[in-house]
T-cell receptor
Framework: AQKVTQAQTEISVVEKEDVTLDCVYE???????LFWYKQPPSGELVFLIR??????QNEISGRYSWNFQKSTSSFNFTITASQVVDSAVYFC????????????FGKGTKLSVKP | ETGVTQTPRHLVMGMTNKKSLKCEQH?????MYWYKQSAKKPLELMFV???????ENNSVPSRFSPECPNSSHLFLHLHTLQPEDSALYLC??????????????FGPGTRLTVL
């Protein structure tokens, strides 16, 4: 069975601090995809990144970076120089090929960035 | 027009009412999804439609009845709901329902309250 664990329920930082959101996943499949979504207070889930299981290169997009390590089954997300607009709930998700698009979500990490 | 739209954004209904949620995607996708997000549980997949055909029903009670008349529109018909059905209902779409190979894009959700 597949599972995604986001152990950090809530994180609070002050603006300009760096923050890392942890994600640990479980699957026996060798081909899978990992995702991060952002859910601001408005409710819409905003897609941030998709990573396949064969690509362990870290990725950087502006202030966002992702560290994928198969050895520890982790896909962590770091925000550098956080801003108030980063305040949201962040979800990590897993999907395996052939699952008819079934995304397995973690419970989410609520990030509060204070000015 | 934004990618995935949902109406209404908020809905309050009694247990004996019948109402419908509507989702429309403007992305040219072929797969559409309904998710339920409640305070006590992680995001739960309810239904998947691929090329208008239902391919997944995640043991959803029959008081929720989906309808997909074409690849751009998805409805969720509600009748005789229970207070525990109060939640945020999210619609998503992807190019195909291929198990992670296609990213799912979400709408803003309908906040449902059942009295």
């Amino acid at each position: 069975a597949q599972k995604v664990t986001q152990a950090q329920t809530e994180i609070s930082v002050v603006e300009k601090e760096d923050v890392t959101l942890d994600c640990v996943y479980e699957t026996r499949d060798t081909t899978y995809y990992l995702f991060w979504y952002k859910q601001p207070p408005s409710g819409e889930l905003v897609f941030l990144i998709r990573r396949n299981s064969f690509d362990e290169q870290n990725e950087i997009s502006g202030r966002y970076s992702w560290n994928f390590q198969k050895s520890t089954s982790s896909f962590n997300f770091t925000i550098t120089a956080s801003q108030v607009v980063d305040s949201a709930v962040y979800f990590c998700a897993l999907s395996v090929v052939g699952s008819q698009g079934n995304l397995i979500f973690g419970k989410g990490t609520k990030l509060s960035v204070k000015p | 027009e934004t990618g995935v739209t949902q109406t209404p954004r908020h809905l309050v209904m009694g247990m004996t009412n019948k109402k419908s949620l509507k989702c429309e995607q403007h992305l040219g996708h072929n797969a559409m999804y309904w998710y339920k997000q409640s305070a006590k549980k992680p995001l739960e997949l309810m239904f998947v439609y691929n090329f208008k055909e239902q391919t997944e029903n995640n043991s959803v009670p029959s008081r929720f009845s989906p309808e997909c008349p074409n690849s751009s529109h998805l409805f969720l018909h509600l009748h005789t709901l229970q207070p525990e059905d109060s939640a945020l209902y999210l619609c998503a779409s992807s190019l195909l329902a291929g198990g992670g190979t296609d990213t799912q894009y979400f709408g803003p959700g309908t906040r449902l309250t059942v009295l």
